[in-house]
C-alpha cells in the first residue's frame, strides 16, 4: 500500500519544503516569487491537495471595496447637483421643458427622481404647466456637498474600503445604473501542519517523475531508470459532474417518444394569435368569462390580427348565432368579428391541433403537441402565469369516448401512474368532457381534461367523422413524478439541484 509520503506529487513535495523553510506560513505570491512555482494555479492546486491530505490548511480572507465603475469619469457629477445649480440660476424655479433644454439627453428625468427623493424641489403648477420650485433643502444643498458627492470624490483616488465608506451613501450610489461597482480582494495564506512537518521530517526530496508510461520508455527500456509517480487509490478525488440535460427537458422527451410511438405527429404553432383560433372557432362564447382580461393575455401591439379566411369566419359566425346545420341552437346575439380578431397570447395549445384539423379534415390523424401556453395568473405553488400543455386528437371513423378513456389510461399508466380515473366534466367545445385524475399519496390529483370534439367545432372545418381530444399539465405531471411539493421550484436555477437529479 501506498503511504501518504509516497503519493506526494512534485508540486506538492515543493510547497511543503516552501512551508518548512518560509517558518509554516506562505501565501501563493511568495510561492512565486521564490522562483519554485511559476503560476497561481499551481501553488493552489498543490496546496489542495495537501489540504485534502491533512498536510495544510488554507485560509482565505475577502476585503471589499467600493469602486467607480468602468467608464465613469473621475470628476463625474451627479444629476441632482446639476438641476438644483440650473433651476438656482432660474431664480429658484423653472418650467419643466426648460430643465429638460438645460439637461439634455433625458437626465432631467433622472434628476427629477432624485429632487423629488431627497425633497430638493417641489413640483408646483404654473402658468404654462408644471414648474420645478428649489425648497429649503434644495436651496441649502447649492453650498454643502452630498454624502454621495463625497463619496464619489473619495472613489476618484482609488479603491474605498466597504467599512470606510458612509453606508448611506453607498446605498444611494448603488440605486444609480452602474455609477459604483463592488471589488473583492482575496488574500490567501497556506499553513503547514503536523502531519505535513511531519512528511517533511521523514526526508523528501523532489526529483523528477514519470506519470505516464509511453512506448519510448518501454521500446529504450528508460522505464528501468526513471522514478514513477506512485498514486494512492484512497486519495481524495473532485466528483465529476457530466453534462445531462435539465430534468424538464428529459420529461418533455418521454412524452414526445411515447406519442410517436403509439403513432401521433407533433405540432406547433404562434404564441400571438387572433382570438379567433384561440376561442371562436373552439365554439367558446363572446361573452365567456374566459376571454376577460383577468384569465387572458391581450396585446396592445398588435391590437388585432386580422383573419382572412372569409368563409370561414362566416361558418363560425352562424354556428355562434344560430348553431348552423348542426343541430345545434348556438349563444344567440350578434358575433363580432371585431372581438375574435384582437390579438392575444394562446391559452392552450388546442390551436395548433384545430388549425391541423382545419387544414386535414380527412381521417384518419393523430396529432399531438408539447409547448408553451400564457394565463393570467396568480404566481403560487401550484399555478404559474407561463406554463405548458400536452395537448392532442384523434380523427377517425371509429374514434369514440371509449378510445379516448383507454388512451389515456394507457399514457398515464407508461408515465409510472397506475390508478387513473376519470369523472364528468363540461367544457364549451367537448360533450361528453371528462377530467383526469391519478392517486398519488394517499389523494386523487387532477390533471387535465378530454372529450369528444362538438360538431359545432367540426362543421366549419368540414370535418365529418368524430374527434376526440385532450389536454394535460406538463408540470403537474412533472411534479407528480418528482413529488415537488411547489411547481416554481421546478424553474429555479439550482445547479446542486441539476447535478444530482438521476438520469432515468
Do not use: C
Request: zero cysteines.
Amino acid at each position: 500500500m501506498v503511504s501518504e509520503t509516497e503519493s506526494l506529487s512534485r508540486n506538492e513535495r515543493k510547497l511543503l519544503l516552501l512551508l518548512d523553510a518560509s517558518g509554516g506560513r506562505i501565501t501563493p505570491e511568495k510561492a512565486i516569487e521564490s522562483g519554485e512555482f511559476s503560476l497561481d494555479v499551481e501553488v493552489m492546486g498543490a496546496a489542495s491537495w495537501l489540504s485534502s491530505k491533512g498536510m495544510a490548511e488554507i485560509k482565505e480572507t475577502q476585503t471589499r471595496f467600493v469602486v467607480l465603475s468602468e467608464g465613469v469619469p473621475k470628476d463625474v457629477r451627479l444629476p441632482e447637483r446639476k438641476a438644483i445649480e440650473a433651476i438656482d440660476s432660474a431664480g429658484g424655479s423653472m418650467p419643466m421643458p426648460k430643465l429638460a433644454d438645460a439637461m439634455p439627453g433625458g437626465e432631467d428625468k433622472i434628476a427629477i427622481g432624485w429632487l423629488k427623493r431627497k425633497k430638493l424641489a417641489d413640483m408646483v403648477k404654473g402658468a404654462d404647466g408644471t414648474d420645478i420650485v428649489l425648497t429649503d433643502v434644495g436651496k441649502a444643498a447649492l453650498g454643502k456637498e452630498m454624502p454621495e458627492e463625497a463619496l464619489l470624490k473619495k472613489l476618484a483616488g482609488g479603491p474605498v474600503k466597504e467599512g470606510d465608506a458612509d453606508p448611506e451613501a453607498v446605498k444611494g450610489l448603488r440605486g444609480r445604473q452602474k455609477m459604483i461597482a463592488d471589488l473583492v480582494e482575496v488574500r490567501r495564506e497556506i499553513k503547514i501542519t503536523k502531519l505535513g512537518r511531519k512528511a517533511v521530517e521523514s526526508g523528501i526530496a523532489v526529483g523528477e517523475e514519470v506519470t505516464q508510461v509511453t512506448d519510448e520508455l518501454i521500446q529504450t527500456g528508460k522505464w528501468r531508470d526513471v522514478e514513477f509517480r506512485k498514486y494512492d487509490v484512497r486519495a481524495f478525488a473532485p466528483t465529476a459532474h457530466p453534462a445531462k440535460k435539465n430534468p424538464l427537458s428529459r420529461l418533455a422527451l418521454e412524452v414526445r417518444t411515447l406519442f410517436a410511438e403509439m403513432g401521433f405527429q407533433e405540432v406547433d404553432g404562434e404564441y400571438v394569435v387572433p382570438a379567433f383560433w384561440n376561442l371562436d372557432v373552439l365554439f367558446i362564447p363572446q361573452d365567456h368569462p374566459a376571454r376577460e382580461l383577468q384569465d387572458t393575455f391581450y396585446l396592445e401591439e398588435p391590437a388585432s390580427i386580422p383573419v382572412d379566411d372569409d368563409a370561414l369566419v362566416e361558418a363560425v359566425r352562424e354556428i355562434h348565432e344560430t348553431g348552423g346545420d348542426t343541430g345545434s341552437t348556438g349563444w344567440g346575439g350578434e358575433w363580432s368579428r371585431e372581438v375574435a380578431e384582437r390579438a392575444l397570447l394562446r391559452t392552450h395549445t388546442t390551436i395548433n391541433t384545430i388549425r391541423y384539423l382545419h387544414k386535414h379534415p380527412e381521417p384518419p390523424a393523430k396529432v399531438f403537441s408539447l409547448s408553451r401556453i400564457f394565463r393570467k395568473e396568480a404566481m403560487d405553488s401550484t399555478h404559474l402565469p407561463e406554463f405548458t400543455q400536452i395537448e392532442g386528437f384523434i380523427l377517425d371513423e371509429n374514434a369514440s369516448f371509449d378510445m379516448l378513456v383507454g388512451l389515456i389510461k394507457e399514457f398515464y399508466s407508461k408515465m409510472g401512474f397506475d390508478t387513473i380515473r376519470v369523472r364528468p366534466a363540461y367544457f364549451p367545445y367537448t360533450e361528453p368532457s371528462l377530467e383526469v385524475e391519478v392517486f398519488f399519496n394517499g389523494k386523487w390529483m387532477e390533471l387535465g381534461g378530454a372529450g369528444v370534439i362538438r360538431p359545432e367545432v367540426l362543421a366549419p372545418m368540414g370535418v365529418g367523422h368524430p374527434v376526440i381530444a385532450w389536454g394535460f399539465g406538463f408540470e403537474r405531471l412533472a411534479m407528480l413524478k418528482w413529488d415537488v411539493a411547489d411547481i416554481r421550484d421546478l424553474y429555479v436555477s439550482d445547479v446542486e439541484y441539476l447535478r444530482n437529479t438521476p438520469l432515468f
